[in-house]
């Protein structure tokens, strides 16, 4: 006990082991928790996740935008291997602007790239590929008007890692790249010069403080070993 922290302590004593499993390459979103193996910024999501409201989606709360360090609404999977490909299915209805969801491939609030479902000011839906590097955000190309409904996306990069290609199709449709390749050194400790490491995940923001949400069907998250 005591304020100040101490340079050692005892160690517990009698505690079991726990082997945690490994995790799928697939999630459904089958159970009402989230597996251990996600990662959200700071601390737990609370009520911005859902598991249980729509059984078999995940469903996200919008919060504060990306590069906000307070509370943003992102649950990712740590890239694990250079090589790998990650696909999700996403329902999402934005009413405005300043409602965003989608897939992202990120290192921190700082450095980033989002494949974002919004709507123009006229209300179309529109895809938005966003670059955030060292909090600098800039449009990757113009926005792809698409229609309401369900949306899938992909990324895959490429064998040394070093590349990464964004994709997006309507359920059963054909895939259809979004952007050029995005060089990945962005995301990489050298870059950040941090030690968090790049992640894959979804996400989903309001900035209109209307409380939107996403819900995603499944993530899966493939890496060539």
Known sequence: GGKIAQNAVPAPKDLPEVELPAMAEQDDFDVPALAPGYATPRTPLGDCVNLTVRPGWLRLIGQESMNSLHH?????????????????????????????AGFTYCYDSMNFYLLGKTCAEDGTPVLELLKSDTGVVEDVCDPVPVPDGTLDFKLTTTPDGGMAQFYYRQPQGEWQSIGPACPTDILTDEHCRGFTGAHVGVYAHDMAGLHNHADFDYLNVHFER
């Open 72 to 100: 943003v609404t992102l649950v990712a999977r740590r890239q694990q291997e250079h090589e790998m490909q990650a696909e999700t299915r996403m329902d999402f209805a934005p009413v405005c602007p300043e409602q965003m």
